[in-house]
């Protein structure tokens, strides 16, 4: 009889945990399609995921910290990014754990748990992160932190200079212009640029012409005025900085 009432308990609590795992990837897949659906009614844009697998002490911080993670969107002009929960359960961060997040890179989070000695090693080797936590809102910021730097990484290079936007002009068939101000170090014209509208990043690409007065130039230092002619793009206004990268040997 005791039996019975151990195997009858097992299954109580089996089916009680499939119930919440479907509850929970059923709240994921709908904020994910949510998030598709406000995507798709405007334009056209780049979707990326960032992976993630979830181990924490009791199911409800894990269902709690899936579906958050799963809430958030970030996007700008060109593209967008969202979180893809892999996997979220219960106890220490096990190689098991490990072995599904090198599949895809993901980012192992452990709230009030612990990994095993096995599971770090297996970690180290691999090269991915193990990052533990107790506050759902601690997660929460250094995902949309996360997010921000896949959304808008940083061009290839060292920063080598900036200016500032501080009159347009439309040149008929050459396009527009920026009249821009040197700020520090100089403006490259073989850099890859950066402009910024305050914290947002509007355009990433190269320079068409860099002008100094009316004549082209490889470079421009700071103190200097210069203009600008983007390729591909004239959605400049003044006030925007522009950041210029390059490879330093």
């Known amino acids: 009889m005791g039996d019975d009432r151990t195997v009858l308990r097992d299954l109580a609590e089996a089916r009680m945990k499939l119930a919440r795992e479907k509850t929970a990837s059923k709240f994921d897949a709908d904020m994910r399609a949510r ?11 780049e979707l990326k995921e960032i992976n993630v697998v979830i181990k924490a002490d009791v199911q409800g911080s894990a269902e709690a910290l899936a579906s ?3 809430a958030l969107l970030k996007e700008d002009n060109v593209g967008a990014v969202q979180v893809k929960v892999l996997f979220a359960g219960v106890g220490d961060v096990s190689q ?17 748990v612990a990994a095993t000695f096995q599971a770090m090693e297996d970690a ?4 991915l992160e193990l990052g533990y936590y107790n506050v759902v809102y601690d997660v ?5 932190r996360r997010m921000e730097k896949v959304l808008s990484p940083t061009p290839d290079g060292e920063l080598v200079g900036k200016a500032t936007v501080k009159e347009i002009f439309d040149i008929g068939k050459v396009g527009k212009i920026a009249g821009s101000g040197v700020l520090e170090g100089k403006m490259l014209k073989a850099g890859t640029v950066r402009v910024m509208r305050g914290d ?10 860099l002008k100094s007065f009316k004549a082209n130039v490889p470079e421009v230092e700071s103190g200097n005025d210069c203009g600008i002619n983007f390729f591909d793009w004239e959605e400049m206004e003044v006030g925007d900085v522009v950041e210029c990268y390059a490879l330093v040997a």
């Open 96 to 112: 098991s754990d490990v072995a599904l997040a090198g599949v895809s890179g993901a980012w192992v989070i452990g709230f009030n």
């Open 124 to 127: 180290r080797v691999r090269g």
């Open 140 to 144: 929460l910021d250094e995902m949309e």
């Open 200 to 209: 947002r990043i509007v355009h990433e690409g190269k320079l068409k012409t």
């Open 35 to 45: 998030n598709l659906k406000a995507l798709s009614a405007g334009a056209q844009k």
């Open 68 to 70: 958050s993670l799963a």
